[in-house]
């Protein structure tokens, strides 16, 4: 009798153990499968400026193996990764391996552009009747925000969200009045976003207290390759514009806009980049290859596809969104080979491409181009998407 209980309180004991470990797989995999679903960003240091301003990095993921790095200097993306048709995760965005590269060196890799991205003819505008004088950057005219615009200032985090469906990081930035020559104490955030499409949102809000004049972007150049020693000549383009922004040979524009009809500008069928880009053509002599705004098609619209960009050989494809008039297209025509590429080599010229999403080059002074004007009261907000995905 004795030993009958013993037999049975062992099979008691072996069924509960039995259970317990049950319910602790069904937890680890539980956790596992949490785990796996999760959106994450994560914060580090990456270095501080030469005034001494602290720099932090944030990494965006998410379930599909996309990460988004992001400097507080500059807003920079310093790195995309992104997987190729077979999976392999590679960078597909050129950048520097230290901040004091950013600093000294940098053509605009991967920065959030202000307060007017593009350029200004002579650095001079006027509005309601005050003429205003702005730094100059680029020859005679003031490019990207002047010399030091919104790509070389720290900018501070004002949120991080991590939701089931998306990761975000918010900067800010205040623009006193007059800085670079601009009126009007510009308030601005830029909000990136990182979706479990892989998707990445760029959405940028700013008011002012004084009517000045706003045009941001982002300038990353893209190499959807993942290797940067290679050209971007191969990759095939698609844009939905009839016309673009012609300009003079300080690529200023004309005034006018002009028919993409057989021209090296037509790129409302996907082309490669590398068919027309030293084509014997006036335009593209000027921008020494592909320099230039295009006017969008569907602008009432708003928010809609408006660029593709695919690499064959990886099958990456890249799709871009926007609620702007033009978006310029820069073939990476002034990299000279001198600056580095993180892991060795230097990159070359036309070893990446950018897409601008903006309004047209110069609008202040072009009184026929949609305006880029803010007033006291009223507030800028446009938002751009670049999505990635294989075929």
């Known amino acids: 009798m004795r030993l009958e209980k013993q037999t049975a309180l062992l099979i008691g004991i072996y069924i509960v153990l039995t259970v317990c470990f049950a319910c602790n797989e069904n937890i680890k995999k539980k956790i596992i499968r949490e785990k796996e679903s999760m959106m994450q960003i994560d914060k580090n240091v990456y270095g501080s400026t030469i005034d001494n301003n602290y720099v932090s990095e944030f990494s965006l993921r998410n379930v599909g193996g996309i990460e988004v790095n992001i400097i507080t200097y500059g807003g920079i993306i310093t790195k ?34 202000g307060r007017y991205g593009n350029r200004i003819a002579k650095g001079k505008f006027s509005l309601e009747g005050v003429a205003y004088t702005l730094e100059k950057n680029n020859g005679d005219n003031s490019l990207h925000g002047g010399l030091k615009g919104f790509d070389k200032v720290v900018w ?48 940028y809000e700013a008011t002012t207290d004084k009517t000045t004049i706003v045009n941001l972007t982002q300038h990353s150049y893209f190499n959807l390759s993942g290797n940067f020693s290679e050209l971007i000549l191969d990759h095939e383009v698609a844009i939905d514009a009839d016309k673009f922004v012609p300009v003079d040979p300080k690529l200023i524009p004309l005034g006018e806009l002009a028919s993409v009809q057989d021209t090296p500008f037509d790129f409302r069928k996907a082309r490669l980049v590398g068919n027309a880009i030293n084509a014997d053509n006036e335009q593209i002599k000027l921008g020494s290859g592909y320099d230039h705004c295009w006017v969008l098609n569907s602008q009432e619209k708003g928010y809609r596809l408006v660029a593709k960009a695919y690499h064959s050989k990886s099958g990456r494809l890249m799709e871009v969104f926007t609620d702007q008039p033009g978006m310029q297209l820069y073939t990476g025509n002034f990299l000279d080979g001198t600056l580095p590429v993180p892991g060795g080599g230097t990159y070359a010229k036309r070893s990446g491409l950018c897409f601008e999403t903006q309004h047209y080059p110069d609008s202040p002074n072009q009184p026929q181009f949609p305006s880029t004007t803010l007033e006291p009261g009223k507030k800028y907000i446009t938002k751009t998407t670049f999505k990635f995905s294989t075929k």
């Open 80 to 113: 995309i990764m992104a997987p190729d048709s077979e999976g392999r995760m590679e960078n597909v965005v050129l950048g520097f391996d230290n901040l004091e590269q950013y600093e000294k060196e940098n053509p605009f890799f991967g920065a959030l552009v």
């Open 156 to 203: 501070q985090v004002e949120e991080v969200k991590e939701t089931d469906s998306f990761v975000s990081l918010k900067l800010s930035y205040l623009s006193e009045d007059m800085e670079e020559g601009f009126p009007g104490n510009l308030k601005t955030n830029v909000t990136y976003t990182l979706h479990k499409d892989n998707s990445l949102d760029v959405l």
